[in-house]
């Protein structure tokens, strides 16, 4: 392992979303970046920082040359393969002559299906009264309980309903609470009635509008921009056993292999920022070079693990 005296550099990665013209959208309470804004912090990182590609930063790796980045580098990488990214994102980095790196979820490509984590977020940005959301949860959590042996509503609250730097506890509730804290048979059978409920009866079309299709992708390709795995169909990567990892992440890369992306050394962007000792093992023998979590602060690239990079979100950068 290097010393921080022989080599320090440090990498801002910065970590976007939803990206588009939010006030004037279907869903303006959807949590994101204005487009305008988007534009303007591009402007300010131009300014401060050399804007790195993702095969630039796979290339160092490779060939241990990391000191030859340049000083205050930033790297831009986009989660969850949004058509915003295509529709939004794509002219302004194209008129900047810039790149990104572009994670989209196979399923959410392949299937036009709705991940849970969309259908949590749009749930939320459809309703005015957030208490009431979670009064909704807890009646259809009581008349669940017994026939899944559910625990408590206040057991839930207690466990869930913590502030963090993204969100009030109440939304943090919410979320914990239904990506990961009920039984998953349990879990999607409540968020896909309260989706029903809040936001649409039809999955197939707003899941056509929400995400990329596979050649919008590979025009992102085709103009430069990497296209990185982000696993099959956004799971909580270190929940999983080591084959049902091994499957979420060969998913990934048989998608990037076919869009004509590189698998030999490759980023990878976990779900959540989801990871754990197993999934970094596979991870190794697979040749995978960067791994991308949401863990805040600044990658030092001489005495992190490449697998385990830190970033910031785009809310978290000034202007």
Known sequence: ???????????????????????????????????SMFNEQIAYLMKQYSIISGNELIE????DSIKDLPQSSVLLTFDDGYSDHYQCVLPILRKRKITGCFFPVVNCVKKRYTMDANKIHYILACTNDVMELIEQIFSLLNQLRSKHGLESNGYYWGRYAKANRFDS??????????QKGLPNEVRREVIDILFKRYVTTDEL??????????????ELKEEGMYIGNHGQSHQWLNTLEPNMQAEEIQGGLSFMQEIGMPTNNW?????????????????????CRVGLTTDKGLADLSVDNPLTLRRLDTTEIPL
């Open 1 to 35: 392992m290097r010393s921080k005296a022989w080599c320090n550099v440090d990498l801002l990665i910065v970590m976007y979303h939803y990206v588009r013209k939010i006030k004037d959208s279907q869903y303006p309470k959807i949590k994101g970046l204005e487009e």
């Open 60 to 63: 160092a790796m490779v060939t």
């Open 169 to 178: 506890s109440e939304t943090v509730f919410v979320k914990g609470l239904l």
């Open 205 to 218: 079309t707003f899941a056509d509008n929400l995400y990329m299709s596979q050649h919008q992708i590979e």
């Open 267 to 287: 980023i990878m962007c976990y779900p959540y920022g989801a990871y754990d000792d197993s999934l970094l093992a596979l991870l190794r023998t697979l040749n």
